[in-house]
């Protein structure tokens, strides 16, 4: 994709969200952001075939660069594994403007017809979120840690949605009950593994999980910057 081409895109999605909150990330918005940008409505259309539906997936890819370099910017090290993924996914809403913005995604994305794209776009932040945290498993645990983060960010961005407590405190608290819960279901797997008893229960599974392999990552290819940087 070339840097004008990007440029284009960049353009329109924020000439979009100045309509978003009346009409949602609909035709009519796509149509007002090609008038309030200038940009020539056939290359417009050649950057978003789909018009409103690849405004709001470009709106979400672009608030994942804006959480990743927020990552970059931040040190972490001194917190627990656990406490980094609670501020990559704090940092991941915080970079957000306007909520109408993604209430009325999350309304789009509810749709049939656009699910797939709405769990592609959430499955990819939290793939960029552990791709950042340094994540290098290849096997099982590379879907099954991408699934589970899955559900901790929709899950948190609902409840964010209609948090109105300051600084979104309650949701913080939220996000930190939901990671509290995930971790102690993986220490139980843990314990299990090694349990004589539960043992030759978790050996079927993990046996499958270890023949899972990994998709090609962005940073083993040629070219890439990897963690979407």
């Known amino acids: 994709m070339t840097q004008g081409f990007m440029d284009a895109k960049a353009q329109l ?21 090609v ?25 979400h890819l672009a608030g994942d660069q804006k959480m990743l ?18 501020a990559a996914v704090r940092f991941r809403l915080e970079v957000i403007e306007d909520k109408e913005l993604v209430r009325r995604g999350t309304t ?11 769990a592609k776009a959430i499955w990819g932040t939290c793939d960029a979120i552990w791709e950042a945290l340094g994540d290098t498993s290849r096997d099982g645990n590379w ?22 407590s300051p600084d979104h405190a309650a949701t913080w608290e ?4 939901r990671i509290e819960n995930v971790m102690a279901f993986e220490n139980f797997k843990a314990q299990a593994r090694e349990n004589p008893l539960l043992k030759p229960l978790m050996a079927g599974p993990a ?11 962005r940073s083993d290819m040629p070219g890439s910057f990897g963690a979407r940087r």
């Open 13 to 33: 999605v924020e000439a979009a969200c100045l309509h978003v909150p009346f009409d949602g990330w609909s035709e009519a918005t796509f149509d007002a952001a």
């Open 35 to 59: 008038a309030d940008s200038g940009l020539d409505p056939v290359m417009a259309r050649a950057i978003c075939p789909r018009g409103g539906v690849d405004l709001a997936l470009a709106y």
């Open 69 to 86: 370099d927020r990552l970059a910017d931040t040190d972490l090290s001194a917190l627990r594994y656990s406490e980094r993924i609670a």
């Open 108 to 118: 789009l994305f509810a749709l049939p017809t656009y699910a797939a794209d709405g």
């Open 143 to 164: 879907y099954s840690k991408r699934a589970t983060l899955a559900g901790v960010y929709s899950s948190t961005v609902l409840y964010w949605l209609g948090d109105d």
């Open 174 to 177: 939220f996000l930190d009950r």
């Open 207 to 217: 046996f499958l999980m270890e023949r899972l392999k990994a998709p090609e990552r």
